[in-house]
C-alpha cells in the first residue's frame, strides 16, 4: 500500500469556492490545463484544442435518477430515504432497492415506510431488512416499477455540500446532455462541462468518443475516516465497459492516440476491467468493483484524465495523486484556490497528464487495488 497517510490529502478550502449552481453554461465554466506546470488557464470550450486528431475521449453515460424520497413510517416517524441501487424487478411487477435510510429509530423488517411528493400522493415500502456492505442499508420492497415511482416522487440527489433543495435547474444541470442508463445517484461531474458545442468541435477535431456505465454511489461522498489508508474499505459500484470501447482503445493505441477519461469514474471503470490483463487493454463485461487507487498504483489504459476538484481527504484526492503524482496535485490545487476557482460537483475542472510510472512490478504496491 502507499506510504501515505489520510492527512497527506487534507486541503484547506475557503467556503466560498464550493460551488452551489453551475455555471450559466455549462462549456463556459473555467479549465485548469495542469499537463504541465505551471498550469494554464483555459475556458471549457477550449478542450477540443488541446486533443489530438486520433485521441479517445471515454464517457461514463450513466444517468442520475431522482433517487432521494421523503416520508414516514407506519409509526408516524417520519424517514428520509436515499436510493443506492435499483435490483432487477421480480416476476409480479414489484422492485426492490437498497437504499440508506435516515430516521430517529431505524425501522424493522416486516415494517412499511409511505413515501410521498409534493401534491401529497404517497406509496408503501416494506422494509426486507438490513444489507449491503456492514449491513449499513435497508433492502425495501416497491409496488411498481422503481424507476417510475423514483421520478414521480423523488428529488435530485444533490450533494451534501449543496445546500440549496433540489429545483428543475439541477434536475437539468445535474445530468450530462449524453445520459443514457439510469442508476447513479451522484453525477459523474467532470461530464457536466460537455455540450452540444463542445461534442461538435471534437467530432470536428478527429477526437473519436467511447463510453462506459458505471452507476455512482453516494459512497463518493463518504469521508475517509481511518488514519491509514490500508485500513479503509472501498464502497462498491455497479460497472459495465462494452466491447465496442474495448475496440475503440485497442484501435486508438495501435495508432498511436491517447485514451482520456472523462471522468474518475470513467477512469476506475477502465482501469478495474484492465487488472491483471497481460495486454493492459480492459475486458468487457459488467460487474461491480471496489478498486482503491493510491499512489503506487500501476494504470494501465487511461493516459489523460479530464476532472473537477475533489473533497479533502477523499479517495478522489488520492486517485488523483496517483494519477497525476502527489506533488504536481498539491500544486495544482493550491493555483486552483489562488485562482478562486469553483469546487466540487458545479465546479470547474482540469486536465490532467498521467506521471511518468515509478511502479516496479515487483512493488507490492501496484496490488492496492481490489475489483470485485
Not at 107 to 130: D, I, S
Not at 316 to 335: E, P
Amino acid at each position: 500500500m502507499s506510504h501515505h497517510t489520510v492527512a497527506d490529502f487534507d486541503f484547506d478550502l475557503p467556503q466560498e469556492l464550493i460551488a452551489q449552481h453551475p455555471a450559466p453554461e455549462r462549456s463556459a465554466s473555467r479549465l485548469l490545463d495542469g499537463r504541465t506546470l505551471p498550469a494554464t488557464e483555459r475556458v471549457f470550450r477550449e478542450l477540443p484544442g488541446l486533443l489530438e486528431p486520433g485521441d479517445l475521449l471515454v464517457f461514463n453515460d450513466t444517468r442520475v435518477i431522482r433517487a432521494r424520497l421523503h416520508g414516514a413510517k407506519d409509526t408516524g416517524g417520519s424517514v428520509e430515504a436515499l436510493v443506492e441501487r435499483v435490483l432487477p424487478g421480480t416476476e409480479d411487477g414489484r422492485h426492490e432497492v437498497w437504499a440508506h435510510l435516515r430516521a430517529s429509530k431505524s425501522p424493522r423488517a416486516g415494517q412499511t415506510v409511505h413515501f410521498h411528493n409534493a401534491a401529497g400522493e404517497r406509496f408503501p415500502a416494506e422494509v426486507l431488512g438490513r444489507c449491503g456492505p456492514e449491513n449499513g442499508l435497508f433492502h425495501l420492497r416497491l409496488p411498481g416499477d422503481a424507476l417510475a415511482l423514483l421520478e414521480q416522487f423523488g428529488h435530485v440527489p444533490l450533494p451534501p455540500y449543496i445546500t440549496h433543495a433540489d429545483d428543475e435547474d439541477d434536475a437539468r444541470r445535474y445530468q450530462t446532455v449524453f445520459a443514457r442508463v439510469p442508476g447513479a445517484v451522484a453525477a459523474p461531474t467532470a461530464a457536466l462541462h460537455f455540450d452540444e458545442g463542445v461534442l461538435a468541435a471534437l467530432e470536428a477535431r478527429g477526437v473519436r468518443r467511447a463510453s462506459v456505465t458505471l452507476h455512482v454511489g453516494a459512497g463518493t461522498f463518504q469521508p475517509v475516516r481511518v488514519e491509514s489508508i490500508a485500513d479503509h474499505r472501498m464502497h462498491s459500484e455497479w460497472f459495465e465497459v462494452p466491447q465496442a470501447t474495448v475496440d475503440a482503445i485497442a484501435e486508438t493505441r495501435a495508432h498511436g492516440g491517447r485514451v482520456i477519461a472523462v471522468g474518475t469514474t470513467t477512469l476506475r471503470s477502465l482501469e478495474s476491467a484492465a487488472l491483471g490483463t497481460p495486454d493492459r487493454l480492459p475486458r468487457a463485461g459488467a460487474r461491480d468493483t471496489d478498486i482503491f487507487i493510491t499512489p503506487g498504483f500501476d494504470f494501465r489504459v487511461v493516459d489523460r484524465l479530464v476532472t473537477n476538484f475533489h473533497l479533502p481527504r477523499s479517495t478522489l484526492m488520492m486517485l488523483v495523486s496517483a494519477f497525476a503524482g502527489f506533488d504536481a496535485i498539491r500544486t495544482l490545487y493550491a493555483d486552483a484556490i489562488a485562482r478562486k476557482m469553483r469546487f466540487f460537483s458545479y465546479g470547474d475542472a482540469m486536465l490532467l497528464q498521467r506521471a511518468a510510472s515509478e511502479v516496479n512490478s515487483a512493488d507490492p504496491s501496484v496490488n492496492n487495488a481490489v475489483s470485485r
